[in-house]
């Protein structure tokens, strides 16, 4: 190795070894996030007449979808010990999907979410839990191809949120690599003698860019 690659080298372990400052942590954030979405719906119908109309498939879909969005929040610190609350909002770019049948299809508009935040603080690292609520607004179509039954509808189910992921600081700016899961509430929809349910989660990874202030 050369003497000025050990030299680089140097440098940068001692960057990354060096305490961060006793404040590192607290204060306002503010910033922009891109997602990658693993989408999941599982629906059921039902007859109040027990007679089924049209081959409806019952079963899961799944969906991939890429999502564009902004994060807001306040930490304290507290020795090693960080705390606090963000508020996010995405909207989706769309994506592609499969499903039970080619008659159903959920198409994700926007989500968002308000968590508190706690983590750990390792040096210029920041290892953190979040939970919370969320809320989502989805298209769902149900088309088995039968005028009677064929429905298209929209809703903003709630659900619960958990995740976790790895924040770095580099003065002001603060990358983060983050995993969460959403768990929305069923919803039903009943169209004529047909009564569609639907329950979706999501798994997503998001690459955040966050400015301390």
């Known amino acids: 190795m050369s003497k000025q690659a050990f030299i680089l080298m140097s440098a940068l372990c001692g960057a990354v070894a060096a305490p961060a400052a006793a404040q590192e942590w607290e204060g306002g954030v503010i910033g922009v996030t891109a997602e990658h979405e693993w989408l999941r719906s599982d629906t059921q119908y039902s007859s109040i007449l027990a007679l089924p109309i049209g081959p409806i498939p019952s079963g899961r879909f799944s969906e991939q979808d890429v999502a564009l969005g902004a994060v807001a929040g306040y930490r304290w610190q507290s020795g090693s010990l960080v705390l606090g609350a963000e508020a996010d909002a995405a909207v989706s770019l769309g994506g592609s999907g499969s499903g039970p049948g080619p008659f159903y299809a959920i198409d994700p508009k926007w989500h968002g979410s308000l968590r508190a935040v706690a983590g750990v603080s390792l040096n210029r690292a920041l290892v953190f839990a979040t939970v919370g609520v969320a809320k989502g607004s989805f298209t769902f179509r149900h088309e088995p ?13 709630t659900g619960l949120v958990l995740g976790g992921g790895i924040e770095f600081a580099a003065g002001q700016f603060h990358p983060r690599l983050e995993y969460r899961h959403v768990r929305y509430q069923r919803t039903t929809t009943m169209v004529d ?21």
């Open 145 to 157: 191809g039968v005028p009677l039954t064929r429905v298209t509808h929209s809703e903003d189910p």
């Open 193 to 213: 003698t047909i009564s569609y349910y639907d329950r979706v989660t999501a798994d997503s990874l998001r690459l955040n860019l966050l400015y301390r202030f």
